[in-house]
């Protein structure tokens, strides 16, 4: 789940939290919202999580390895 993802199911928990008023035989629409926050939550740090470990090109502390070939022609080759 990337971040737009989250921050998208983030968004529809808290209209349904918060913004819809009306009721549903058999469904709260309260705790349906709280759980869409929760999964949007959890995936918006994983997602920040994972950012963080597979994009690190500059940050500082971060190492990069570099490879130098050296090409061993005599010359006259």
Known sequence: M???ASLILI???AILTWAVQTTVSGI???AVGVILMIIGGVGFLLS???WSTWGAAGVPGRRRSTTT???DVP???
């Open 2 to 4: 990337g971040i737009g």
């Open 11 to 13: 968004a529809i928990g």
């Open 28 to 30: 709260d629409l309260n």
């Open 48 to 50: 920040l999580l994972f």
């Open 69 to 71: 070939t050296v090409d």
């Open 75 to 77: 010359p006259g080759y």
